[in-house]
């Protein structure tokens, strides 16, 4: 008899597995929870005091890293709760170590934070506009990343869909919609605002039209989707652009 070899999966697919178990996480861990608010936090906070782009950098690897600390925590709890079923010194252990794998990365993150935001509070004789001159690359990256945030924490909340295939809101029109209304905010004082706000507003109808002609979601979800990536990139802007 011969054994029927099980397919590998797409790119697509790995994708999406990938993002499911990040949304198993968000949906079943409450520290992963609290982990996403601080980090959309920041994110705004960074924005308003208008932090360098290598404390940025700073910043959202301190949050990868607090994220993903957590993740592998969960993980490894999740295995040892399968793979045994009494007490066990050593599962104990494992668990704890883990545990501590999340702390030593929340304590970075704290550190990193307070080096970033202490000397720019400090500075308090520098107004809020000077430190923004350089904000549109800032503001359209943090508007993109809080958009994904979004999305990922809407899905998680209404448990509709898996992350890349189908649910309310369609992430890939959050981000394309979140794309266009950046390029028209960024280009406000430029004479090819109009044309390059319209090629990309096409761009972002035509990523929204094929997520609806193949099924993957309806109209409403992409409506949706485009309505928060548009609506959360536009109240950055007007609230930290200059």
Do not use: C
């Amino acid at each position: 008899m011969s054994v029927q070899r099980r397919r590998a999966p797409t790119l697509l697919e790995s994708f999406n597995y990938a993002f499911e178990g990040i949304i198993h996480v968000l949906r079943t861990q409450r520290n992963m929870r609290i982990h996403f608010a601080i980090a959309a936090g920041v994110l705004i906070l960074a924005l308003a005091i208008g932090v360098t782009k290598l404390e940025l950098i700073s910043l959202l690897l301190s949050i990868a890293f607090v994220l993903i600390a957590e993740m592998i925590n969960s993980a490894i709890e999740g295995a040892i709760d399968v793979a045994t079923t009494s007490f066990d010194p050593m599962a104990k252990l494992a668990k704890d170590m883990a545990a501590g794998a999340v702390l030593v990365a929340t304590i970075n993150a704290v550190a990193v934070g307070y080096l970033v935001f202490s000397g720019q509070v400090a500075d308090r004789s520098t107004r809020l506009i000077d430190r923004l001159t350089d904000a549109p690359a800032k503001l359209t990256l943090i508007a993109l990343a809080l958009t994904l945030l979004l999305v990922i924490a809407v899905k998680a909340y209404t448990g509709r869909g898996t992350p890349l295939r189908g649910g309310l809101p369609s992430g890939h029109a959050a981000l394309a919609f979140a794309g266009w209304m950046a390029a028209t905010l960024v280009l406000a004082d430029s004479r090819h605002q109009f044309l390059i706000s319209f090629l990309t507003f096409v761009m972002a109808l035509l990523v929204a039209q094929t997520r609806v002609e193949s099924g993957i979601h309806s109209a409403l979800e992409v409506f949706s989707g485009g309505l928060l990536g548009a609506l959360t990139t536009l109240v950055l802007f007007q609230v930290f652009s200059p």
